[in-house]
């Protein structure tokens, strides 16, 4: 199925890098058709300059003009967390993109907002609470467990983690299918995930699913990507087992729009002579250590600028850090590049009224161009809303590590998202005739992936101190990627960077 235009029921693209010559032919007839349709709005995680510090292209060192106490690399939440840390020091806070959030930033259409990135958390302990409660959170529940769909039937509250969940007598399967489905909810309560961690961390979670029925881990093939960024073949047992057991006992929380409204209220929460030491459109390219801290280059505003910094808190993801920073051991740099981290485009389809209230997150296994979705207003009115309300439904559509590339092709990029849309119109009755704009936005290296041996081996080699260098960003400590695991390594950091001043 394709999803069809005409003067009432039109796509506005919005994507990062593309123009309305790039549309595939069918859309672009219909933009053509649409006088007065807005043209597309670009816009994107930048890219450019990080491709030329991977490629070796030589880059300008000027003479130092700034000096400075602590200099944060990355403005996502952990570089963000590290700065409320430092907030009254002398520190400056460098980030390459035209805003602050990183990997966790949201957006609005017609007054609705719709997160890019990541969706929601689950990480609370006493001191979270508090730190949460500092910067003036106010996450709301997520009513519920996730919704699936197997083999055309959709499943309410699937997944429980529990062998009595009665959801699972509905799946569309032989009684010896639901029968493994409940053996491998029942198996897992048994693990000692903690004693066992370093041996489970160093399997595959497809390995501890093998004697179970396939269409077991087809359903975590389908949860996993979005969630830490694998498949199961490519997926930590520790992590996934961990997961399919423990998360469920935890309650979520989110934003309407998702984690990107938190990263902007820690920003927003900072003094205004701080935010001021916040300097988005700075693109770090070196970080090398000096005789008395360390020195950063960066390009703000088409020039090339260096400071000098008794300490750095490097809250950019490790893939990238190893690149920037100068004279790492050997060890720590192969740790960094072993690391692995998933590629994604973010569709978010507008509809001029609600089309989708079964659940928060919802996963239709063994879909072709995406995982799974979220009704972007759910957390604000659950499964009650009223129907004639606009909707914002935000499908997440991960790729695998070999299909990079295919996100620098502009053309590419806009079949894929068309391909989502379509699909899920496939799925929703009526959807398509409501469908009045899809946003894209992608990303290149977004979500760290819980890969075998990332946990107990990659993380703390990759994270070591690096004197007057510290590690910070969601992937320096913790199974999955979470704002605030991202928080807390950020302050950890910066509390490191301090005792230097």
């Avoid at 929601?120 to 959170?137: D, H, N, Y």
């Avoid at 960066?298 to 910094?309: K, L, M, N, P, V």
Wanted: net charge positive.
């Amino acid at each position: 199925m394709r999803v069809r235009l005409s003067r009432r029921a039109f796509i506005r693209w919005v994507i990062a890098g593309t123009a309305a010559a790039c549309l595939p032919e069918p859309l672009r007839a219909a933009l053509e058709k649409g006088r007065g349709v807005p043209a597309p709005r670009l816009g994107s995680e930048g890219f450019s300059l990080c491709h030329d510090v991977r490629d070796g292209v030589s880059l300008p060192d000027p003479a130092p003009s700034l000096d400075c106490g602590v200099i944060v690399v990355g403005g996502g939440p952990s570089g963000l967390a590290a700065a409320d840390r430092l907030a009254g020091t002398d520190f400056l806070l460098l980030e390459k993109e035209p805003a602050v959030g990183g990997n966790c930033t949201f957006e609005e259409w017609e007054g609705l907002r719709y997160g890019t990135g990541a969706a929601w958390c689950s990480l609370f302990t006493p001191e979270v609470e508090r730190l949460f409660k500092r910067w003036g959170f106010e996450l709301l529940p997520i009513s519920g467990y996730d919704a699936a769909r197997f083999e055309g039937v959709w499943i309410d509250d699937f997944w429980n983690g529990r062998p009595d969940n009665p959801a699972l007598d509905k799946l569309p399967y032989p009684r010896s299918v639901r029968d493994g489905f409940k053996r491998f909810a029942s198996d897992i309560q048994r693990l000692d995930l903690e004693k066992e961690k370093a041996r489970l961390d160093s399997m595959t979670f497809a390995s501890a699913l093998k004697d179970y029925p396939p269409q077991l881990a087809a359903f975590w093939d389908s949860f996993g990507p979005s969630n830490w960024g694998a498949k199961t073949g490519d997926t930590s047992a520790y992590a996934g087992l961990m997961c399919a057991r423990d998360w469920p006992k935890d309650k979520r929380y989110s934003f309407e729009g998702g984690m990107g409204v938190g990263a902007k209220r820690i920003y927003d929460q900072l003094p205004e002579s701080d935010k001021r030491r916040v300097r988005t459109g700075a693109a770090v390219y070196r970080v090398r250590r000096g005789p008395k801290g360390a020195v950063v280059n960066w390009f703000e505003d088409g020039s090339a600028r260096t400071a000098r910094a008794k300490a750095v808190v490097m809250a950019a993801p490790k893939f990238m850090a190893r690149r920037l920073v100068e004279g790492l051991p050997e060890a720590q740099s192969a740790a960094m590049g072993a690391m692995r981290y998933a590629p994604y485009l973010m569709v978010n389809l507008c509809f001029e009224r609600a089309v989708w209230s079964r659940a928060y997150d919802n996963y239709p296994v063994g879909a072709r161009s995406f995982t799974d979705f979220i009704p972007a207003d759910f957390v604000r009115v659950g499964r009650e809303g009223k129907p004639g309300r606009r909707q914002v439904i935000t499908v997440y559509c991960p790729l695998d590590g070999s299909q990079r590339h295919a996100l620098l092709d502009d053309g590419a990029t806009l079949e894929r998202a068309e391909a989502a849309a379509a699909e899920f119109c496939s799925m929703v009755p009526d959807a398509e005739r409501s469908l009045r704009e899809v946003r894209v936005f992608r990303r290149g290296h977004a979500m760290p992936m819980a890969v075998p041996g990332g946990l107990t081996r990659l993380q703390p080699a990759a994270s070591a101190d690096f004197p007057p260098v510290f590690f910070a960003a969601s992937d320096s400590a913790g199974e999955i990627s979470d704002l605030a695991y991202a928080a807390f390594n950020g302050i950890a950091a910066a509390e490191k960077a301090l005792r230097l001043l």
